[in-house]
């Protein structure tokens, strides 16, 4: 049985960064999409906040919010790594509908 989103995503935030970047990769990993995703957007910006490298990276490539992606790419334009791991995210691109993915990320969050 899944655990309630909340109480995953109170576990996801007590997670030390190596722990969360292995979750964002097996949830980018899995089959269910965006819509079906039991952490919200406020919790993807909350691990965007501890600025950690590695969670940086792993939500590049997993993240499932544009707003997320927008961030990121903005972040620093001479990160080649952290903004084509953005470009390559396919949650995203699946996950739009009404907005096309990359221009999502024209203009800084």
């Not at 097996?26 to 490298?53: H, M, P, V």
């Not at 990160?79 to 990320?105: H, T």
Request: hydrophobic share 40%; net charge negative.
């Amino acid at each position: 049985m899944a655990r309630p989103s909340k109480a995953e995503e109170a576990i996801l935030l007590a997670s030390d960064n190596a722990a969360v970047a292995d979750y964002l990769v097996k949830r980018g990993e899995a089959e269910t999409g965006r819509f079906w995703d039991s952490i919200s957007e406020e919790t993807e910006g909350a691990l965007l906040e501890r600025n950690d490298r590695l969670v940086n990276l792993r939500l590049a490539e997993y993240c499932l919010y544009p707003a997320t992606a927008n961030t990121l790419f903005h972040h620093d334009p001479t990160d080649w790594a952290l903004r084509s791991l953005v470009l390559s995210n396919q949650k995203i691109a699946q996950g739009l509908i009404l907005n096309s993915f990359p221009e999502c990320l024209s203009t800084p969050g």
